[in-house]
């Protein structure tokens, strides 16, 4: 448990995201450890933001409540095995707890996850004094509603939709922003739609008991390796939420504009689904055996792809819409980095590993014998598509793994999914009986070996980014681990060390690439690289480097055991958007292939 000292001019070394995440699949919402809610969007993950605090101090708004008086220290940790989340605030007068949670739990056989976002209050010692505020805002802090009072609620008029906080505060003390001693429990509902009308109390502690059944329920259900399970319990928990479940979808982050570097402008929108996580995003949910959320992300994979007759875009929104515009808001930034982006132009690259990240995506559907003949559906149709796009595509030149806005090359990367994707094709075509499938994957499946053999660098005894260049990138780790490059092979542990010498940096940590792009020399590692030279360290037998090195990348993670995208190397501070669904899966599977090395030394 760390703690956080207000307004005492503590100068930190390390800059980290002082915020716990809660969600229920159809929202989140970021509190940070003076108990404000920072971040959340409603109706959906891609929507406006109702508080952003985190871009903007003053056009965010403010949920938050604090003591009375100016210096405290404050607390936050999750309810174990849960993703509800609790602040311990002690000031002068006491001490309180603040339980922030947004509902889910199965009912009436269906999930119930409303847009309600709930906080319980409650004295732990003392007589505390606390202000209330509670000042929701609209499309991107340029609409301030007007707050009408109730008998026990108060509505914010001029939202896009019916946004109301009922509550058994004084709702005066709320809207003069009073300090009032916290003498009993408190409650606030506050609602995107259809109001609480129920009783206040008694409804607040059953969702909380429900909410908590459910989420430990969840991890027990979850087949979560012993290999550090407690972090793994933490990033299968944080990836859940990631998953939009109306859909399907799992984004990226739940945030925009979180600069990778300060003043680097790479500020992002990630609040979108990317096709090239599909791959490791389905097996992270494979490893801890939940085939609920792997089915319903294939679904959305399918209902995105199967209209779509050219080519699949890189990424698209939580519903599947295609033009995701990028634009720039007038936002002051965090820590005053801009621009604050809305939208991604990366949905317009061409990044040609997306059609075999569909394809390794189906593969389950025929090959697990755990999901039986009747349960499937006829994707013959998509499968041989998505082959032919490949085979449309394949010289094509395209912006990679890392979405170069300015560069086009023939990437390893692209090449090595052409083949994964092919053979995944080869081993359905075999279950469908399918010879033209066959025929096709097969011949797509040799020329990707041709063109990654292009990419070796003789003098380095490695695989290069691309063809006809010799710097190298850490996406081509994916050689060894997805079995290209057999880790017992002395091929294996020369392009290992081919890309240490370049990208590795202190404690395991690991860069993308050093060389410049778009918008000069990346100044962080990227963690989801990481994980990656663990899981390979892993492949080769270098098994106590690779426990080593987890070790020391899960010690970069904040308070409460989440993930940022990136961290850099001299002070381990942690930037880019937050908390990262790719670094948790990169967690989940980089525990899990230890976990197996461990367990059967032998198949080192």
Request: glycine share 6%; proline share 3%.
């Amino acid at each position: 448990m760390y703690s956080f000292k207000d307004n005492l001019n503590l100068t930190m070394s390390r800059h980290t995201y002082d915020f716990g995440v809660i969600g229920n699949c159809a929202f989140t919402a970021h509190i940070n450890l003076k108990t404000n809610v920072s971040w959340m969007c409603w109706p959906r993950f891609d929507s406006s933001f109702i508080f952003g605090g985190l871009l903007d101090n003053k056009k965010g708004g403010e949920f938050s409540i604090k003591p009375s008086g100016d210096k405290f220290i404050s607390t936050q940790y999750y309810i174990e095995n849960t993703n509800i989340l609790c602040t311990e605030v002690e000031g002068d007068d006491g001490v309180y707890r603040v339980t922030d949670f947004a509902p889910r739990f199965f009912q009436t056989d269906r999930h119930y996850r409303p847009l309600m976002l709930i906080r319980k209050v409650e004295r732990i010692k003392g007589n505390p004094k606390v202000i209330v505020k509670c000042e929701p805002t609209g499309d991107y802090g340029k609409v301030t509603p007007e707050p009408s009072q109730g008998s026990n609620h108060i509505r914010f008029l001029g939202l896009d939709g019916a946004v109301r906080l009922t509550t058994n505060i004084s709702l005066n003390y709320i809207l003069e922003e009073q300090s009032f001693i916290l003498n009993e429990t408190k409650y606030m509902v506050l609602t995107y739609g259809p109001p609480l009308e129920a009783a206040l109390a008694e409804t607040v502690e059953a969702f909380l008991t429900k909410t908590t059944n459910y989420w430990r329920g969840w991890i027990k259900t979850a087949s979560i390796v012993n290999f550090y399970q407690r972090e793994a319990i933490r990033s299968a928990l944080i990836l859940k939420i990631h998953q939009y479940e109306d859909t399907g979808a799992i984004i990226a982050a739940t945030t925009t504009s979180l600069p990778e570097s300060p003043g680097s402008t790479r500020n992002w929108d990630y609040r979108y689904c990317w096709m090239r996580d599909t791959f490791y995003t389905l097996n992270a949910f494979n490893n801890i055996g939940h085939f609920e959320e792997s089915e319903k992300y294939f679904h959305y994979i399918l209902n995105t792809t199967m209209e779509e007759k050219d080519r699949f875009q890189p990424l698209y929104g939580i519903s599947g819409k295609k033009s995701l515009d990028e634009i720039e808001i007038p936002l002051e930034g965090y820590h005053n980095n801009q621009p604050v982006r809305v939208g991604n132009q990366a949905y317009t690259h061409i990044q040609n590993d997306v059609y075999a990240q569909v394809l390794i995506s189906l593969l389950p559907l025929y090959e697990d014998k755990r999901i039986i003949f009747t349960e499937r559906f006829d994707s013959s149709g998509l499968i041989m598509k998505t082959l032919k796009m490949i085979e449309k595509t394949f010289d094509e030149k395209d912006a990679g793994l890392w979405e170069f806005r300015n560069l086009q090359q023939h990437h390893c990367y692209t090449y090595l999914f052409h083949w994964a994707g092919s053979s995944a094709a080869v081993k359905i075509a075999k279950v469908l009986r399918d010879q033209e499938m066959g025929e096709l994957a097969s011949s797509l499946k040799e020329r990707s070996i041709k063109m990654i053999e292009k990419c070796y660098v003789p003098k380095k005894k490695g695989y290069a980014q691309a063809v006809g260049v010799d710097r190298m990138d850490a996406s081509t780790l994916q050689l060894i681990m997805m079995n290209y490059l057999p880790g017992s092979t002395q091929n294996a542990q020369d392009h290992l060390k081919a890309l240490e010498a370049e990208l590795a940096a202190k404690k395991g940590l690991f860069y993308r690439y050093k060389h410049q792009d778009d918008f000069g020399e990346p100044e962080t590692t990227f963690l989801i690289c990481a994980f990656w030279y663990v899981e390979a360290l892993a492949c080769v037998g270098r098994l106590d480097e690779s426990i080593e090195y987890f070790e020391n990348l899960i010690s970069y993670s904040n308070h409460v055991g989440l993930l940022s995208e990136d961290v850099k190397e001299s002070d381990g501070s942690m930037w880019g958007n937050f908390p990262q669904a790719y670094s948790h899966v990169g967690l989940l599977n980089a525990a899990t292939r230890i976990a197996h090395k461990l367990d059967k030394p032998d198949f080192l």
